[in-house]
């Protein structure tokens, strides 16, 4: 649900990164941090477990800039990937207006990948709403290390409806503004098709 | 999914900052803000200058959405009120209308009982507000337009300049 200010001349979208446990949705949001102006971002909150696993969401703020006049603000969450967790995604997907689907590319992955996916679709039909009709960017990701699957086998299992996907190693960088940008671009369309 | 997006105009927003503007002063409040659920601050009033007001909204939407959760656990509908008391200052977090959150935050120049009586009085006004700005959005929404939209003329370069 994104958030349009006429007095303040603000629009505030919420984008979130969905996906297993482990598969780098803050690491992401940690690179996004790190590589922002200080004046284009906010403070990167993570509510996390003494072992850095995420324990609720981590949260983002940034201001991209001006659109006629407007001040175009994302709100980026992270939810948090392990199994149990499942009550806290939900209250995550809230209001949302774009999700990113993180990736883990190590073959032994995959299930887990297959199975969040599913889960991303069951709580956000429990929001009312709809996976296919959502902007919506897929990533995969850890590309460099060693036991990945190839794209194309990836592809037919997590993304049939063939929706921008971006190769990825969130660690360093590559891949994560390409998936940000792609996601924002989304949004910022859909948007226009209503206003 | 754009059913329920948050449409704020000048006429609804000034109304809103001035029920704000009179319950921090009527409760002799530090800051009072008013958050949308999904953590999206709408308006504050007080000193907020050195505190990080969207983290303060995101989280608070966060604190009253797992409160939300474990009182549907428990067959609540909701729970409208949420207190948290520290050393120095305390924090009253109350849903307004289902859709908006009200944070009270304060210390010990006032009390928790003026903070209540003067949010109850409150809620009912921005409730009155929210309840116009929604009809106001689906009206225009149906019309199909909106004023001076900024999404008119938005191109595809317009976007890709936000990452240069």
Not at chain 1, 24 to 49: E, H, M, R, W, Y
Not at chain 1, 143 to 168: G, I
Not at chain 2, 101 to 119: E, T
């Amino acid at each position: 649900m994104s958030f349009i200010n006429y007095s303040s001349r603000e629009i505030n979208c919420k984008i979130v990164y969905y996906g297993p446990g482990l598969c780098g949705k803050t690491t992401n949001l940690q690179f996004v941090f790190k590589k922002t102006n200080p004046d284009q971002k906010g403070k990167l909150i993570s509510l996390a477990t003494e072992t850095e696993r995420t324990l609720f969401f981590d949260f983002l703020p940034l201001a991209l800039g001006d659109i006629k006049g407007f001040k175009i603000r994302f709100h980026l969450y992270t939810v948090p990937g392990q199994v149990f967790y499942a009550a806290s995604r939900k209250l995550i997907l809230k209001g949302v207006d774009g999700v990113v689907f993180v990736a883990d590319s190590q073959i032994e992955r995959m299930e887990a990948n297959i199975e969040s996916l599913d889960d991303l679709k069951i709580n956000l039909a429990e929001q009312g709403y709809d996976l296919d009709k959502l902007p919506y960017t897929v990533q995969y990701n850890k590309r460099d290390l060693p036991s990945v699957a190839p794209v194309e086998n990836m592809n037919k299992l997590l993304n049939p409806r063939n929706v921008p996907y971006f190769e990825a190693v969130a660690v360093t960088g590559p891949g994560v503004f390409e998936t940000l940008k792609n996601i924002a671009k989304q949004v910022l369309t859909e948007l226009k098709k209503h206003y | 999914m754009s059913g329920s997006d948050l449409v704020m105009y000048e006429e609804e927003f000034r109304k809103i900052d001035d029920e704000l503007q009179k319950l921090h002063q009527q409760t002799n409040a530090m800051v009072v803000f008013l958050v949308d659920k999904n953590g999206q601050l709408i308006a504050s009033a007080g000193e907020t200058r050195d505190l990080d007001t969207t983290s303060l909204a995101s989280l608070t939407a966060g604190n009253i959405a797992a409160t939300g959760g474990i009182a549907r656990l428990l067959g609540e509908k909701e729970f409208t009120i949420l207190f948290h008391e520290g050393e120095k200052d305390n924090i009253h977090i109350s849903l307004i209308g289902q859709r908006v959150i009200l944070v009270v935050i304060f210390d010990k120049r006032s009390s928790l009982g003026l903070v209540r009586l003067r949010v109850k009085k409150a809620t009912e006004a921005l409730v009155s507000i929210f309840n116009d700005i929604t009809s106001k959005a689906e009206h225009d929404k149906t019309e199909g337009k909106l004023d001076e939209s900024p999404f008119a003329e938005i191109s595809d370069e317009d976007i890709d300049n936000l990452f240069r």
